[in-house]
């Protein structure tokens, strides 16, 4: 399977050419591979039209696609989805990311071994390195395996097949217009913008138990720059990418792949706690996000609750899920039975949270870094 590269662009000329020249410098099979260049209708494109017809594809046919009429995102993004139907497959790539040399080859060995999965939404090219829902920095548990499955949405780089984006489409025709408030979900979700086509793509794969397909080194990055969705420039979402082409990936069965939730919870935990806490059901909150945990006895949380303890684990190893697999003794991490209520640890969890994700930040670079922080915000306000 050739995958069709689209790269998805409004009016910011820059951030589609350099785009643009980190696919043109990546490795690809064959010079047969098409490269749509998908563009939103703009009052003024600042260049863009003229960037995309000056732009030389060396791969294969170059497209350039254009609308008579603005769509937006969710209607561009949606558009771009359905042309699976014509090519059997796209990698999606909006136009604030860089790719890596080695994103195609990534993308065509992942299809070839997951292609017949059900349970499979899409490859993801984007590895997160930051939960964004929490607010703290996320690392997969390491296996001998070089990805993981996560039911938290990418767009910042992936690729659907016809079949996968079909039993998305069918289910979001059913669903448009009519989301309503998800329990299940980050609350954040619940309130982007009615232009997120994320906002859907989150409620299917969680309702419907799918998961991406995620490389632990990451093919793509996010520079966030200021753009429609974005009002400020900044780094928290460029994470590493693999700078090579030729790397053999050792893809993990789904029968043994490490599971992450949408909410950035290792559903693998589980089967480390004791047999009768599992039959009884236990939800995972390491996050400490206050997520929904109305369907289950048991709740593993770094929060300081009013349920008997169970049993306890200390913030140590990294990332925290270890600290379950290991059984590391301590407090910071508490196993709650909430049919027993009880009086809130009186141990401050939350005080060793801070300090295991501020590591190597001294309290000194701290306060520096939120007094620059106030004086270029108050700076910003009174330019207004």
């Known amino acids: 399977m050739k995958p069709a590269i689209i790269t998805v662009g409004y009016n910011r000329e820059d951030a589609l050419k350099r785009l643009l020249e980190s696919v043109n410098r990546a490795w690809f099979p064959s010079q047969d591979i098409p490269l749509i ?6 009052k003024e494109d600042h260049g863009v039209m003229e960037l995309a017809k000056e732009f030389s594809w060396e791969h294969g046919e170059k497209i350039i696609r254009t609308f008579e009429t603005r769509q937006g995102l969710r209607k561009h993004i949606l558009s771009c989805g359905d042309l699976t139907n014509e090519y059997g497959a796209v990698i999606v790539l909006e136009d604030d990311l860089v790719v890596s040399p080695g994103f195609y080859q990534y993308v065509t060995d992942a299809l070839d071994y997951y292609q017949d999965r059900e349970d499979i939404a899409g490859i993801a090219l984007y590895s997160h390195e930051w939960n964004g829902y929490a607010g703290r920095f996320f690392q997969p548990i390491a296996d001998s ?4 499955l996560g039911q938290f949405g990418i767009s910042w780089g992936q690729c659907w097949t ?16 009519n989301l309503g408030f998800n329990e299940q979900i980050p609350a954040s979700i619940n309130l982007w913008s009615e232009q997120s086509w994320g906002k859907y793509f989150n409620n299917y794969i969680t309702e419907e138990n799918k998961y991406y397909v995620i490389p632990r080194i ?7 720059e200021v753009g429609q969705h974005a009002r400020e420039f900044n780094n928290d979402h460029q ?3 693999l700078h090579t082409h030729n790397f053999k990936y050792r893809f993990a069965p789904m029968e043994e792949a490490c599971r992450y939730d949408i909410f950035f919870e290792n559903q693998n935990l589980k089967s480390f706690l004791p047999d009768e806490i599992q039959a009884a059901g236990v939800d995972i909150d390491l996050n400490g996000t206050g997520r929904n945990t109305k369907g289950s006895r048991y709740l593993l949380s770094t929060l300081e609750l009013p349920y008997q303890v169970i049993s306890s684990f200390g913030i140590k190893l990294r990332p925290m899920d270890m600290n379950i697999i290991y059984h590391v003794p301590g407090e910071g991490i508490f196993l709650y039975d909430k049919e027993q209520k009880a009086d809130a640890p ?25 007094m620059r922080i106030m004086k270029t915000r108050i700076k910003a306000r009174v330019k207004k």
């Open 162 to 177: 016809k079949k996968s984006w079909t039993k998305f489409k069918e289910w979001y025709n059913r669903r448009e217009g």
């Open 218 to 224: 990451s093919l793509s990055t996010n520079c966030s």
């Open 37 to 42: 260049i998908s563009l939103d209708k703009a």
């Open 239 to 241: 994470v590493r990418l």
């Open 145 to 148: 395996y070089d990805t993981y």
């Open 346 to 370: 009186a141990y401050d969890s939350q005080s060793d949270v801070i300090r295991y994700e501020l590591r190597g930040m001294s309290n000194k670079m701290l306060l520096r870094y939120l």
